[in-house]
């Protein structure tokens, strides 16, 4: 809401409590907390490229320069790179390579999502009250405590608080490829990939009731690989065979070292280069990894006159991060394919131009835990003897199990068609996995003395299908390409540990705080967990169900409320090109997913410290004139769970790229073989009822996370205008 509206909403809620009005006389503020905040922001991206070499030595040298700032304002990302890549023919027999790229990155960071009640960039810029301003007459920053408003100053954050993260990153790759008789090739690879990085965080003397606050965490990740491969390729009249085994090798060392976060400085002048400076010092951390795995594996592809086709492969993996007699996983697959379009029956077929039916099996693994996860590590901690603190060590408290490889076993049909001289085309695949020993940490009883164990919980199901479509709509002088592609996946628990309900992390954004993904015997994968409404009651608060029977709202009366899993994906491709002009366009969609939206809960629903809220509360909350009204009556006190209430549907259709290009006549220059203008938008537009920022959000979680599906006042993606030109000389 406005200043006036703010003014309206925080007296209406102080005389629901039955607290007399506030003056707001002199109060004059009218604040756009979003516009001091975000921007637009400007993205340039160069490169240049120059190649070169003749049948003995080939070599290419690229540079690269990107800037962008981000839509918050004072954050911003830029990067420059340099690539070089060797090829050189020794002998007829025997030819090297390499490649080496460096780069080097500076990152300023905001605090930008997440959080709740002002302890981010983005949330606060939505909760602080419009009547409050980013200073003080004389030029200091507010700071919020003198004026009826939430949370943090989120422009003296953007100003006095600086997160700097210096990137540098090496990869190295040099291969040996020897060839000594024809159809045998011998290749050994390695490959090596630096990366060192360092964050730089102050708090500077000028933020409102900070002494100055600084720190340095650095970390370096070494990753080393080793690909050592015979590939034997010979054809045989019809018969066409190509043998491949191999052993390879990685490892990867990861260091990181904290200072801590030191404070109570004299002087911002020194930043994070003095910590010695500060009246108190933070307390360091460091920590180190290794982790390695050794694979051997062999492929077999056999094919008979371009019409039936065989593959089969096995390996086998030893990973450290897996317990004693369980490190060695073994994993085979075989596929075959049926070229139909080959036969003699269907030669002499014009509309026919590839048909082709494909059956697969194969099982894969996954070493998705942490190194050192398999064995008995201890802690430090700090105890008193004798009134002095002692450093000691204690087992860690998590319980240790006998873990095995988490498999993958997966079939597949498919079908390749395409029609009249490739005009149509289309890819048709039905999939079925199940995933066993799944990984995962569940709770322990409190007298085992530890709170979780990383165990192989059970057994998931994934089926599913996708297509493909690709078409020629229009070949002549203009030339129409119209694909769409269609993801359809369902997911089943099938089996955990002792049957129980897996439950994720606590989410929170202090008004709601409770676990809310699950994981249930016969559900989809990550559904979410809470309470459910059933109105207000005559003072305007919320009535959850009383499921179980028992008198009393209690974690007994959760279900089901919401699935994050989308009924399918759909996206959408088009081009149309004319004399050398090209326009085309992606859509992407998501159809059918459940969005948890913490980000509408602190928006709308957050009646205490002083938080604005959204306009359609004022005029649409409840009272007793209007006890159906869509929100809750406007008081501190207010009830809130982790209910359906903030269950959105997550449907959308974005229109994520369009571009058009032209592409310029170069025959008459000595110069530019190759020129290329073109203009493009992405994230144009996008249909969606849900009722925040962006619905293409998942800010809790990454693919391994139980976490999915939830919004908590994520970074906003950005519509993005480009104009750029291609040039090769």
Same mark, same amino acid.
């Given at each position: 809401?406005?200043?006036?509206?703010?003014? !309206?909403?925080?007296?209406?809620?102080?005389?629901? !409590?039955?607290?007399?009005?506030?003056?707001?006389?002199?109060?004059?503020?009218?604040?756009?907390?979003? %516009?001091?905040?975000?921007?637009?922001?400007?993205?340039?991206?160069?490169?240049?490229?120059?190649?070169?070499?003749?049948?003995?030595?080939?070599?290419?040298?690229?540079?690269?320069?990107?800037?962008?700032?981000?839509?918050?304002?004072?954050?911003?990302?830029?990067?420059?790179?340099?690539?070089?890549?060797?090829?050189?023919?020794?002998?007829?027999?025997?030819?090297?390579?390499?490649?080496?790229?460096?780069?080097?990155?500076?990152? %300023?960071?905001?605090?930008?999502?997440?959080?709740?009640?002002?302890?981010?960039?983005?949330?606060?810029?939505?909760?602080?009250?419009?009547?409050?301003?980013?200073?003080?007459?004389?030029?200091?920053?507010?700071?919020?405590?003198?004026?009826?408003?939430?949370?943090?100053?989120?422009? =003296?954050?953007?100003?006095?608080?600086?997160?700097?993260?210096?990137?540098?990153?090496?990869?190295?790759?040099?291969?040996?490829?020897?060839?000594?008789?024809?159809?045998?090739?011998?290749?050994?690879?390695?490959?090596?990939?630096?990366?060192?990085?360092?964050?730089?965080?102050?708090?500077?003397?000028?933020?409102?009731?900070?002494?100055?606050?600084?720190?340095?965490?650095?970390?370096?990740?070494?990753?080393?690989?080793?690909?050592?491969?015979?590939?034997?390729?010979?054809?045989?009249?019809?018969?066409?065979?190509?043998?491949?085994?191999?052993?390879?090798?990685?490892?990867?060392?990861?260091?990181?070292?904290?200072?801590?976060?030191?404070?109570?400085?004299?002087?911002?002048?020194?930043?994070?280069?003095?910590? %010695?400076?500060?009246?108190?010092?933070?307390?360091?951390?460091?920590?180190?990894?290794?982790?390695?795995?050794?694979?051997?594996?062999?492929?077999?592809?056999?094919?008979?006159? @371009?019409?039936?086709?065989?593959?089969?492969?096995?390996?086998?993996?030893?990973?450290?991060?897996?317990?004693?007699?369980?490190?060695?996983?073994?994993?085979?697959?075989?596929?075959?394919? +049926?070229?139909?379009?080959?036969?003699?029956?269907?030669?002499?077929?014009?509309?026919?131009?590839?048909?082709?039916?494909?059956?697969?099996?194969?099982?894969?693994?996954?070493?998705?835990?942490?190194?050192?996860?398999?064995?008995?590590?201890?802690?430090?901690?700090?105890?008193?003897?004798?009134?002095?603190?002692?450093?000691?060590?204690?087992?860690?408290?998590?319980?240790?199990?006998?873990?095995? +490889?988490?498999?993958?076993?997966?079939?597949?049909?498919?079908?390749?068609?395409?029609?009249?001289?490739?005009?149509?085309?289309?890819?048709?695949?039905?999939?079925?996995?199940?995933?066993?020993?799944?990984?995962?940490?569940? !709770?322990?009883?409190?007298?085992?003395?530890?709170?979780?164990?990383?165990?192989?919980?059970?057994?998931?199901?994934?089926?599913?299908?996708?297509?493909?479509?690709?078409?020629?709509?229009?070949?002549?002088?203009?030339? +129409?390409?119209?694909?769409?592609?269609?993801?359809?996946?369902?997911?089943?628990?099938?089996?955990?540990?002792?049957?129980?309900?897996?439950?994720?992390?606590?989410?929170?954004?202090?008004?709601?705080?409770?676990?809310?993904?699950?994981?249930?015997?016969?559900?989809?994968?990550?559904?979410?967990?809470?309470?459910?409404?059933?109105?207000?009651?005559?003072?305007?608060?919320?009535?959850?169900?009383?499921?179980?029977?028992?008198?009393?709202?209690?974690?007994?009366?959760?279900?089901?409320?919401?699935?994050?899993?989308?009924?399918?994906?759909?996206?959408?491709?088009?081009?149309?090109?004319?004399?050398?002009?090209?326009?085309?366009?992606?859509?992407?969609?998501?159809?059918?997913? %459940?969005?948890?939206?913490?980000?509408?809960?602190?928006?709308?629903?957050?009646?205490?410290?002083?938080?604005?809220?959204?306009?359609?509360?004022?005029?649409?909350?409840?009272?007793?004139?209007?006890? @159906?009204?869509?929100?809750?009556?406007?008081?501190?006190?207010? =009830?809130?769970?982790?209910?359906?209430?903030?269950?959105?549907?997550?449907?959308?259709?974005?229109?994520?790229?369009?571009?058009?290009?032209?592409?310029?006549?170069?025959?008459?220059?000595?110069?530019?073989?190759? =020129?290329?203008?073109?203009?493009?938008?992405?994230?144009? +537009?996008?249909?969606?009822?849900?009722?925040?920022?962006?619905?293409?959000?998942?800010?809790?979680?990454?693919?391994?996370?139980? =976490?999915?599906?939830?919004?908590?006042?994520?970074?906003?993606?950005?519509?993005?205008?480009?104009?750029?030109?291609?040039?090769?000389?």
């Amino acid at each position: 809401v406005d200043a006036a509206g703010f003014k !309206e909403l925080y007296n209406e809620q102080l005389r629901n !409590e039955g607290n007399p009005e506030f003056d707001f006389t002199g109060w004059n503020g009218n604040t756009n907390w979003q %516009d001091e905040i975000f921007r637009s922001a400007v993205i340039t991206n160069h490169a240049v490229d120059i190649s070169g070499g003749g049948p003995t030595f080939k070599g290419s040298l690229g540079l690269s320069y990107f800037n962008q700032d981000g839509i918050v304002k004072e954050g911003g990302y830029e990067r420059i790179s340099i690539r070089t890549n060797l090829e050189y023919n020794i002998s007829k027999y025997i030819s090297a390579s390499a490649n080496i790229i460096f780069s080097r990155s500076n990152h %300023d960071q905001m605090n930008s999502q997440g959080g709740s009640r002002g302890t981010s960039v983005i949330n606060s810029a939505l909760t602080a009250s419009p009547l409050a301003t980013p200073h003080y007459d004389d030029g200091s920053w507010n700071d919020f405590q003198t004026q009826p408003t939430a949370g943090m100053n989120p422009v =003296a954050y953007l100003h006095e608080v600086k997160n700097r993260r210096y990137a540098n990153r090496l990869l190295a790759n040099a291969a040996l490829t020897v060839k000594p008789v024809d159809g045998l090739s011998i290749q050994i690879a390695a490959n090596v990939q630096n990366s060192q990085a360092r964050s730089d965080y102050t708090r500077s003397l000028a933020y409102p009731n900070y002494d100055g606050a600084a720190s340095i965490d650095f970390n370096e990740v070494v990753d080393i690989t080793s690909n050592n491969i015979i590939t034997y390729d010979k054809g045989f009249g019809r018969h066409h065979i190509n043998v491949m085994g191999g052993i390879t090798y990685e490892q990867s060392v990861s260091k990181a070292v904290g200072t801590g976060t030191a404070s109570g400085f004299l002087s911002d002048v020194v930043e994070s280069y003095d910590l %010695d400076a500060a009246d108190v010092k933070g307390l360091p951390t460091s920590s180190y990894s290794d982790w390695r795995m050794l694979s051997f594996l062999g492929r077999i592809n056999y094919n008979f006159d @371009n019409r039936y086709l065989l593959t089969v492969n096995f390996r086998a993996d030893g990973s450290s991060r897996y317990s004693k007699g369980n490190k060695w996983g073994y994993f085979p697959s075989a596929a075959v394919a +049926w070229r139909i379009s080959q036969e003699q029956f269907l030669r002499q077929a014009d509309w026919l131009s590839d048909l082709k039916l494909r059956v697969g099996y194969g099982v894969t693994g996954s070493t998705a835990i942490s190194p050192y996860s398999t064995q008995n590590t201890l802690e430090s901690v700090n105890v008193v003897f004798d009134k002095t603190t002692t450093v000691g060590y204690a087992p860690k408290n998590t319980y240790l199990g006998d873990l095995r +490889w988490e498999t993958t076993a997966q079939w597949n049909v498919g079908i390749d068609l395409a029609l009249l001289n490739n005009r149509i085309r289309l890819t048709a695949d039905y999939y079925h996995k199940k995933t066993t020993n799944l990984l995962n940490d569940v !709770e322990m009883p409190r007298s085992s003395g530890y709170t979780t164990a990383l165990r192989n919980v059970g057994a998931i199901r994934n089926a599913g299908v996708e297509l493909q479509l690709d078409t020629r709509i229009i070949d002549k002088a203009v030339k +129409w390409d119209f694909g769409v592609n269609l993801s359809v996946n369902r997911s089943k628990v099938l089996s955990l540990s002792e049957d129980k309900d897996i439950f994720g992390s606590t989410v929170s954004n202090t008004i709601i705080s409770d676990q809310l993904n699950l994981m249930r015997i016969g559900e989809p994968m990550y559904v979410f967990y809470g309470y459910v409404e059933e109105g207000y009651d005559d003072n305007g608060q919320l009535v959850y169900k009383d499921l179980d029977g028992v008198d009393g709202i209690t974690p007994a009366d959760k279900t089901i409320i919401g699935n994050p899993n989308p009924d399918c994906l759909l996206n959408f491709n088009t081009a149309v090109s004319y004399r050398g002009f090209t326009l085309s366009a992606f859509f992407q969609g998501s159809i059918g997913n %459940d969005i948890y939206s913490l980000s509408m809960a602190s928006a709308a629903y957050d009646y205490s410290s002083n938080a604005n809220t959204l306009r359609e509360v004022l005029y649409n909350h409840w009272t007793p004139e209007t006890p @159906n009204a869509k929100y809750p009556n406007l008081r501190q006190d207010i =009830a809130l769970k982790m209910s359906d209430r903030f269950v959105y549907d997550g449907s959308y259709m974005r229109l994520k790229n369009l571009e058009l290009s032209y592409n310029i006549p170069c025959g008459k220059s000595r110069v530019i073989s190759k =020129a290329r203008v073109y203009v493009s938008a992405q994230n144009l +537009w996008t249909i969606t009822s849900y009722p925040f920022w962006d619905p293409d959000v998942n800010a809790k979680g990454g693919s391994s996370s139980l =976490a999915q599906g939830i919004d908590a006042s994520s970074y906003p993606g950005a519509r993005t205008f480009t104009l750029g030109c291609r040039l090769v000389f």
